[in-house]
T-cell receptor, first 110, second 119 residues
């Protein structure tokens, strides 16, 4: 059965800390892995990773895919309270199918 | 604000009512999606339309009926729902490109959702 697993399920840190979120997957016909941030409503897109070993970076956020290990990490450095959210990992597989993991809830305390 | 617009934002309906959720995008995306999200859970895929044709139905009960009138619009018709159907319903779109080799999907762009309560 296809699945996407994220860890940890929740995390509490203080401002300025660095966090690493994990996503592993087992799907047939893998195409890409995506990271989203969800606060109160719609998930907002962060990264799309298709090739293994190539880091994508946006400000304090970065992500990398390891296709050999079937996993990805999302790093956030110098965390701020505005980073508090649920971070969702999604895998695109087969034709048009985006499947989401259960998410990691991040709480950044002042 | 997102480029995918959903209406209404909130909907309360009884179990005998018929209502519709609407979604509109003007990004020229040719794949449109309905997801259902319960509290503290990830979005669950319901339906996918690709080039206005239903391509994926994730075994959704027939009380949910999707419709894609054109490439910009997506509806979800609701009839005889149950209280457990109360959730956030998210619409999303993705560009689909047929290239030489594997098909390319752009990332999903989500609307802000319709918060549905079934009483």
């Amino acid at each position: 059965e296809d699945k996407v697993v994220q860890s940890p399920l929740s995390l509490v840190v203080h401002e300025g800390d660095t966090v690493t979120l994990n996503c592993s997957y087992e799907v047939t016909n893998f195409r890409s892995l995506l990271w989203y941030k969800q606060e109160k409503k719609a998930p907002t897109f962060l990264f799309m990773l298709t090739s293994s070993g190539i880091e994508k970076k946006s400000g304090r956020l970065s992500s990398i895919l390891d296709k050999k290990e079937l996993s990805s990490i999302l790093n956030i450095t110098a965390t701020q309270t505005g980073d508090s959210a649920i971070y969702l990992c999604a895998v695109l597989y087969n034709f048009n199918k985006f499947y989401f993991g259960s998410g990691t809830k991040l709480n950044v305390k002042p | 604000d997102t480029e995918v617009t959903q209406t209404p934002k909130h909907l309360v309906m009884g179990m005998t009512n018929k209502k519709s959720l609407k979604c509109e995008q003007h990004m020229g995306h040719r794949a449109m999606y309905w997801y259902k999200q319960k509290a503290k859970k990830p979005p669950e895929l319901m339906f996918v339309y690709s080039y206005e044709k239903l391509s994926i139905n994730e075994s959704v009960p027939s009380r949910f009926s999707p419709e894609c009138p054109n490439s910009s619009l997506l509806n979800l018709h609701l009839h005889a729902l149950q209280p457990e159907d109360s959730a956030l319903y998210l619409c999303a779109s993705s560009q689909v490109t047929f290239l030489r080799g594997p098909l390319y999907n752009s990332p999903l762009h989500f609307g802000n959702g319709t918060r549905l309560t079934v009483t």
